[in-house]
T-cell receptor
Framework: DAGVTQSPTHLIKTRGQQVTLRCSPK?????VSWYQQALGQGPQFIFQ???????QRGNFPDRFSGHQFPNYSSELNVNALLLGDSALYLC??????????????FGPGTRLTVL | DAKTTQPTSMDCAEGRAANLPCNHS???????VYWYRQIHSQGPQYIIH???NNETNEMASLIITEDRKSSTLILPHATLRDTAVYYC??????????????FGTGTRLQVFP
C-alpha cells in the first residue's frame, strides 16, 4: 500500500520564477492538504482540496494556488517566487470529514530553495 | 496561532520512559488532542489522539487530565529512533468545520544512549 508520495524531492528556483509541486495521496484517500514548513518552525497550513475544489485556505497570498485532479492527486503552484518561499512543502492526505476517522498522512515533502 | 504550549526541548535516556507535556488550557468540549512527531527531514507522523479518556496504542500512551487543560504523551521505552520533534495539536472532532492541523513549534526530544 503506497503512502503519500511527492515530487520532486528537491528543487532550486530563482526569485520571480514559478514552481509546481505534485502530490499523490495514500490509496483510498480523497482529501489533500498542503503545508509549508520554514526551517525551525512547525508546518503551516496552506490549503486543502476535496472533490477538486479548494475547501479551506490558510493565511497565504494568492501567489499560492492549487489543483486537485479526478484521481485525487494534487498540485501546488507558487508564482513570483520570493526568497521567503524557501521551505519544505508537505502534502497530507485523508478521508473527507464524516466518512470515517480522518487522520492525516504526510508525504516526505519537497524542499524548495529560492535563490 | 497554535492553541497548545510545549517545552522547547527535552532529553531522555534510551530505555527510559519519555514524558512529553502539553498545555491546552483553552480547549473546547468538542476538540481532540492529537500528537504527531517529525523525524529529521521527514514528514510528520501521526502518533495518537484522544478526547477525554486515556489512550494507548503500539507507539505511545496519552494521558489527559480530568479538566482536559493539559496532557502528557508517554513513550514507555524510548529508543534512539524516537529522537524527533513532537507536536501536540488541538483539533475539532469529526464533523467539525475544519480539518486543518495547526502546528506550534513542538518539543524537540533527544534520546541519548
Amino acid at each position: 500500500d503506497a503512502g503519500v508520495t511527492q515530487s520532486p524531492t528537491h528543487l532550486i528556483k530563482t526569485r520571480g520564477q514559478q514552481v509546481t509541486l505534485r502530490c499523490s495521496p495514500k490509496s483510498g484517500h480523497d482529501t489533500v492538504s498542503w503545508y509549508q514548513q520554514a526551517l525551525g518552525q512547525g508546518p503551516q497550513f496552506i490549503f486543502q482540496y476535496y472533490e477538486e475544489e479548494e475547501r479551506q485556505r490558510g493565511n497565504f497570498p494568492d501567489r499560492f494556488s492549487g489543483h486537485q485532479f479526478p484521481n485525487y492527486s494534487s498540485e501546488l503552484n507558487v508564482n513570483a517566487l520570493l526568497l521567503g518561499d524557501s521551505a519544505l512543502y508537505l502534502c497530507a492526505s485523508s478521508l473527507a470529514l464524516g466518512r470515517g476517522y480522518n487522520e492525516q498522512f504526510f508525504g516526505p515533502g519537497t524542499r524548495l530553495t529560492v535563490l | 496561532d497554535a492553541k497548545t504550549t510545549q517545552p522547547t526541548s527535552m532529553d531522555c535516556a534510551e530505555g527510559r520512559a519519555a514524558n512529553l507535556p502539553c498545555n491546552h488550557s483553552t480547549i473546547s468540549g468538542n476538540e481532540y488532542v492529537y500528537w504527531y512527531r517529525q523525524i529529521h527531514s521527514q514528514g510528520p507522523q501521526y502518533i495518537i489522539h484522544g478526547l477525554k479518556n486515556n489512550e494507548t496504542n503500539e507507539m505511545a500512551s496519552l494521558i489527559i487530565t480530568e479538566d482536559r487543560k493539559s496532557s502528557t504523551l508517554i513513550l514507555p521505552h524510548a529508543t534512539l529512533r524516537d529522537t524527533a520533534v513532537y507536536y501536540c495539536i488541538v483539533r475539532p472532532a469529526l464533523g467539525g468545520n475544519t480539518d486543518k492541523l495547526i502546528f506550534g513549534t513542538g518539543t524537540r526530544l533527544q534520546v541519548f544512549p
